[in-house]
């Protein structure tokens, strides 16, 4: 039973979904505290021409992913107050992005494979490559964020008093939001376009239910994003069914857990 | 070009398009008057694992995506008041019925074109059996529609006062999630669970930019929707390219090009047009 992991190509999937259950679960904590999760859910479709773009071009898919995300991020970070009727707004958008990933995998020739790999999630196929680049990302951006952990921590919670005290919150913002858009991109190999919320909004929302601290949140979201990663794709490689689906039943079942227990108390 | 309108799966799809464009513009009016565009969206992707798994029964996916998508549309509408906005439940459940799609996927279907098809639509393949149902369903949504047309209006945009009038305001919520959970398998068919914003939210958006007087608005959206569906099948029959492609890009630019072109021109009719229940 254990000895699949001594198989190189699982060892590359726990290291490349480690790298990613941090950071996903650090920037999901943010993005919940800071009402965001729909920008989270955008950026992964647009994320999903950029991917179908990189691999018409040629080039591997998290490039493409990294750029169009990056870009909307941005767009989002400076357009979010402008925006009126958001959700129609957005949608509209997204609905144009996922138009063009469609075309962009109808040119190239490899077509569906490619587009359900984009949209479900690959990880047991990742290459060493992606794996380093995923780990580079992933540890710069958690470096920075750490960096960056204390303003940003107050303009989420006070925007207002942020501001006043000379914190530069609309900047924050918009860097926050090109966080989100590497870790959308390099999650986007595990779960898939479809399936972001639930290593991004996923752990952090269920460990902000166990406890209050913002650390102690983080942590267990952290631990509890690993756990699924980790758990979903040894289940998936003894039973050779899809990763994303044991991935997200465990992030659905354990928020449904902890919310009914809050219902019952 | 003009001999393949003559083959039967062409004709099949304009009829099965034509119908569900005008459906998906009238039921997509009220959508964005009662701000359930996220609703909206989770019903589009439970239709998925419809989809998806009524290959284990053997039915064809349409009837699957029926089931599914009326059968969440009427828990949304009994238990959920609030449906609105961005929810982390509804994000939740949406990613779970997203990760069940992908488990019947692999279960009892090889190919991931099949896959493609569900998410980005298939309306050249469009069987007569399906057009049957969706003529049906479409027209049956229709009739209902139109006997609680007034009340769902008065409903839609003052609840609280349509409610002192003794309008069933929890039941005409309720009747229309089904009406949408029925116009949402329809419209999977012609675009796809992912594009299913094309025809049902983005007429009725640009036409609600342009108008604020409910009949000509629908009127308006239906002949926006037929214009998106039948513009993009022609553009994608002649350039040989997805057909969803044409029309959720022929949609979402007259949606984007509208707001500062109208915006441009008549600056005061584009105050904010907030009402009771509407999402600012």
Request: hydrophobic share 60%; charged share 5%.
């Amino acid at each position: 039973m254990f000895e699949i992991l001594q198989y190189s190509f699982i060892q590359n999937a726990f290291i490349a979904s480690f790298f990613v259950a941090i950071i996903a679960a650090v920037v999901g904590y943010f993005l919940l505290v800071r009402g965001l999760t729909f920008a989270g859910h955008a950026l992964s479709h647009v994320g999903f021409a950029g991917a179908a773009g990189a691999v018409l071009l040629g080039v591997d898919p998290i490039f493409g992913l990294l750029a169009f995300t990056i870009i909307s991020g941005i767009g989002i970070g400076m357009l979010a107050r402008v925006l009126k009727e958001r959700d129609v707004t957005i949608g509209i958008f997204l609905t144009l992005a996922l138009a063009f990933g469609i075309l962009f995998l109808f040119l190239y020739q490899g077509y569906a494979e490619q587009a359900y790999s984009i949209l479900f999630g690959t990880i047991l196929g990742i290459s060493t490559f992606n794996v380093f680049v995923t780990a580079i990302f992933s540890s710069i951006s958690l470096l920075i964020l750490l960096f960056l952990f204390r303003p940003l921590l107050f303009s989420s919670f006070d925007p207002e008093v942020a501001q006043a005290r000379g914190v530069p919150v609309k900047l924050l913002g918009v860097v926050f939001l090109i966080f989100v858009a590497i870790t959308v991109s390099i999650s986007v190999q595990v779960v898939g376009v479809l399936l972001i919320f639930t290593l991004l909004v996923g752990p952090a929302a269920t460990a902000m239910r166990v406890v209050k601290n913002p650390y102690l949140t983080i942590g267990l979201a952290i631990c509890l994003g690993i756990a699924y990663s980790w758990i979903g794709i040894f289940i998936a490689a003894q039973t050779n069914l899809p990763v994303s689906f044991f991935i997200a039943s465990l992030s659905f079942g354990a928020y449904l857990v902890v919310r009914l227990k809050e219902v019952i108390s | 070009m003009l001999a393949l309108l003559n083959q039967q799966f062409i004709q099949y799809a304009f009829l099965a398009g034509t119908l569900i464009s005008i459906i998906c513009a009238i039921v997509g009016y009220f959508v964005v008057l009662r701000s359930q565009a996220f609703a909206a969206e989770s019903l589009s992707c439970v239709g998925f694992t419809g989809a998806t798994g009524a290959a284990i029964f053997g039915a064809s996916s349409l009837v699957g995506t029926f089931f599914f998508t009326i059968l969440i549309a009427f828990g949304f509408g009994t238990f959920g008041k609030r449906i609105k906005g961005r929810d982390i439940e509804i994000g939740m459940v949406l990613s779970f019925a997203l990760g069940l799609g992908v488990l019947f996927l692999k279960l009892y279907t090889s190919n991931a074109t099949e896959a493609v098809g569900i998410l980005f639509g298939s309306i050249l393949s469009v069987t007569a059996s399906d057009l049957y149902l969706s003529l049906g369903t479409g027209t049956l949504a229709l009739i209902i529609l139109a006997v609680i047309f007034r009340p769902l209006l008065f409903a839609s945009i003052d609840p609280e006062v349509a409610e002192a009038r003794g309008v069933p305001v929890v039941l005409l919520g309720l009747i229309f999630m089904v009406l949408l959970g029925i116009t949402i398998a329809e419209a999977i068919l012609v675009v796809g669970v992912l594009l299913v914003f094309a025809l049902l939210i983005a007429p009725a958006a640009t036409a609600q930019h342009i108008t604020n007087r409910p009949g000509v608005s629908i009127f308006l959206s239906i002949a926006l929707g037929l214009l998106f569906t039948w513009g993009g099948m022609l553009l994608g029959l002649f350039f040989h390219t997805p057909v969803s492609f044409f029309i959720a890009a022929l949609a979402a630019i007259t949606y984007l090009a509208i707001i500062p072109l109208y915006h441009l021109i008549s600056p005061h009719f584009y105050v904010s047009k907030a009402h009771h229940g509407r999402e600012v």
